[in-house]
């Protein structure tokens, strides 16, 4: 059974072996002398004549810690990572049936997705292909890819297909799966677009226009056949200073535009200016005095429309006449009957029974830090740390980009129980709780009253409400 373990301040995965169980001598020699740098180091003791295997867990996150939320080229690095091994174990004599497929316990490394396994020399401890394959398509399932959401179906129809084994995938992410992705790229050209279209059937039409009026009706040529011309005059019905071309080509041109811009109510406004009719039965708008009418009052009907309702509202009490503009130091009494427990409510928030864990600022370190943190732990979990240097939050709460001392997910907060459980995610400068670093990975309790700093140098600390 495998157990976490902290000694000598540093954090180990144990591992302890039993007397019958049997164990791969050559992996454990080659892990000794020449670890591979896909797996995590060991160490070997007897205890009580049983053996203890000691795997120490360096620099990195644990899967389970990390986030899937990725974009193509980063997902496609990080499973390029994760496979690569399955194809080298033999080369090391061992076999990739033992190495440990478990979130818990394989190490990611924060920039460059890196890959550190924990192999188990014990037969007991193998996994089939099978269920290899599961661990893979549902670590794809748990991907969120952002800028290609059909990248995970493709892989996961490579995964599940006939025949088809670790190694399969891994040749089709090595020759590049960016294929399907391309053919989709010409659809953006395909919009070149209608104004385009538009813009070349309008200058046909022109020069068409125009050469019938100049020419005889016998010589035009067809109109697909003509060519473009530049001499269109610059808008439909202007005149051109020729006689009688006006009146040919602004009818027809500008008939083609109005179809396209114009409402119908404009379209017939064309020519000589007329009366609107008027319409039977409508009523005549009510004459406005423009400026003066802020002066004037209501007509009678409007007063009697416009009044506010004398019915009692929900308390059975008269409807008050609007206050909105009124300050009054007074608060309004609550109706009879009616129960005051707004303070009770928040009393309950502040507690934070609501699911959101409260910080509060003890020293900003000379910082523009936020007085009071909020963090929302509705899914069970919220990582905190930074925005990155295109201010994308990069953790579920995230600090200003110019805080740099902190990591862009710093550490992780769980609610457990009556108290929460708070893990450092491998950051660079360190989380400190009661002035206790904490060890990379490690779960640690952490209890309304304790104080949360980050970074030893720039002393950041928040103390939990």
Not at 75 to 80: I, N, V
Not at 115 to 139: M, Q, T
Request: glycine share 6%; hydrophobic share 35%.
């Amino acid at each position: 059974m495998l157990t976490d373990v902290v000694i000598a301040n540093r954090n180990y995965t144990r591992l302890s072996v039993a007397e019958n169980e049997t164990v791969d001598e050559i992996a454990l020699k080659v892990m000794k002398q020449d670890c591979p740098d896909f797996l995590l180091p060991i160490r070997t003791l007897e205890i009580d004549g049983e053996m203890e295997i000691r795997y120490e867990q360096q620099e990195g996150v644990r899967l389970c810690y990390s986030s899937l939320k990725m974009s193509k080229k980063e997902f496609t690095a990080l499973l390029e990572n994760m496979l690569m091994p399955f194809k080298v174990c033999d080369d090391w004599f061992l076999d990739y049936h033992n190495i440990l497929l478990d979130a818990n316990y394989i190490l990611l490394g924060r920039n460059d997705h890196s890959v550190k396994y924990i192999y188990v020399p014990v037969a007991e401890y193998a996994r089939n292909d099978g269920e290899i394959v599961d661990f893979f398509s549902n670590l794809v399932l748990k991907a969120d890819i952002q800028d290609d959401s059909r990248f995970c179906i493709e892989l996961l129809r490579v995964l599940k297909g006939d025949n088809s084994n670790l190694m399969t995938l891994l040749d089709f992410i090595s020759r590049g799966s960016a294929a399907p992705a391309k053919e989709q790229a010409p659809e953006a050209p395909r919009q070149e677009s209608i104004s385009a279209k538009v813009s070349s059937t309008v200058k046909e039409t022109l020069s068409s226009l125009q050469k019938t009026v100049k020419e005889p009706p016998h010589e035009a040529e067809p109109f697909e056949k003509k060519e473009r011309s530049a001499d269109s005059p610059a808008r439909p019905g202007q005149s051109t200073g020729e006689f009688g071309k006006q009146d040919v080509q602004g009818q027809l041109v500008g008939s083609l535009f109005e179809e396209e811009d114009e409402e119908p109510d404009k379209k017939k406004s064309k020519g000589k200016p007329t009366r609107p009719a008027k319409e039977k039965g409508k009523a005549k708008p009510a004459k406005s005095g423009g400026l003066l009418d802020i002066f004037k009052g209501k007509s009678k009907g409007e007063a009697e429309q416009s009044a506010p309702s004398a019915a009692a509202d929900g308390y059975g009490r008269e409807a008050q006449p609007d206050r909105t503009f009124r300050q009054s130091s007074a608060p309004l009494a609550p109706a009879s009957g009616v129960a005051d427990d707004v303070t009770e409510i928040c009393a309950e928030e502040q507690d934070g029974d609501d699911g959101t864990l409260r910080l509060r600022l003890v020293d900003g370190a000379g910082y523009d830090c936020p007085r009071l943190v909020e963090i929302d732990l509705s899914q069970g979990f919220a990582t905190v740390g930074r925005r990155d240097k295109n201010n994308q939050a990069q953790s579920d709460y995230s600090f200003d980009a110019s805080l740099s001392f902190i990591s862009r997910r710093h550490f992780r907060v769980e609610r457990e129980g009556d108290h929460w459980v708070i893990i450092d995610l491998g950051s660079g400068n360190g989380t400190f709780v009661n002035g206790e670093a904490l060890l990379p990975n490690m779960r640690h309790p952490l209890f309304s009253g304790d104080t949360v700093m980050i970074s030893a140098k720039r002393r950041l600390t928040y103390q939990v409400l």
